[in-house]
């Protein structure tokens, strides 16, 4: 009932296209679905998060959209840089319960070719 | 968002002695910060949760008696890798916040 499942596993882009990366949830009680971006060597980096009170939410190129019903949240990258090569990390959390601490998807690391 | 300083941000060291990460919230005042360990190519994966002036709280299947933690203050946990073996290699991430959670640059151990 903890589990967040992610894919894809790996994701290439053409440097202007549009990266998705998609993200399934269990437990109802979850209340918080934040992305992290983490770059080789480095800690992730929140990137956005939204809560379940709205389907979508959106930061300059970045938006997540949000299905309630389907449990299921995505990260669109619009306009994808070289720049925004890294692994992207869905979570989520409850702030209600005992799930209080992030579980994390497995990742997707993306690839923006040039 | 908070600001985390882990240090250091890497280290090698030989097998058999130990190694002690520091975990700083530079202005974020934190009762708790969670340590997490990642392998490469993989997830994250919460070891436990420091809590400030009492003991840590472990995730299951994470020895408490080899990874030591004290959290001496709001702002400083610290993580002891004891008795290291090359198996303990390994990227260590801290964090503070548990929902909204802002994590350090990580330090990657490597046991020879």
């Known amino acids: 009932q903890q589990q967040v499942k992610q894919s894809p596993q790996s994701l290439i882009v053409q440097k202007g296209g549009i990266s998705i990366i998609n993200c399934a949830y269990e437990?109802?009680?979850?209340?918080?679905f934040p992305w992290y971006q983490q770059f080789p060597g480095k800690g992730p980096a929140l990137l956005i998060a939204?809560?379940?009170?709205?389907s979508e939410k959106k930061e300059g190129r970045f938006t997540i959209s949000f299905n309630k019903s389907a449990k299921q949240f995505s990260l669109h990258i619009m306009d994808s840089q070289p720049g925004d090569s890294a692994t992207y990390f869905c979570?989520?959390?409850?702030?209600?319960?005992?799930?209080?601490?992030?579980?994390f998807g497995k990742g997707t690391m993306l690839l923006v070719s040039p | 968002g908070a600001v985390v300083s882990q240090h250091p941000s890497r280290v090698i060291c030989k097998s058999g002695t130990s190694v002690k990460i520091e975990c700083r919230s530079l202005?974020?005042?934190?009762?708790?910060m969670f340590w997490y360990r990642q392998f490469p190519k993989q997830s994250l994966m919460l070891m436990a949760t420091?809590?400030?002036?009492?003991?840590?709280?472990?995730e299951q299947g994470v020895e408490k008696d080899k990874f030591l933690i004290n959290h001496a203050s709001l702002t400083l946990s610290t993580l002891t890798v004891t008795s290291a073996h090359p198996e303990d290699s390994s990227f260590y991430i801290c964090s503070v916040g548990s929902t909204e959670a802002f994590f350090g640059q990580g330090t990657r151990l490597t046991v020879v």
């Open positions: 202005d974020f005042q934190a009762t708790t």
């Open positions: 420091s809590n400030e002036g009492s003991k840590a709280t472990y």
């Open positions: 979570a989520a959390s409850s702030t209600t319960t005992g799930y209080s601490t992030l579980t």
């Open positions: 939204i809560r379940p009170d709205v």
């Open positions: 437990n109802t009680a979850f209340d918080y």
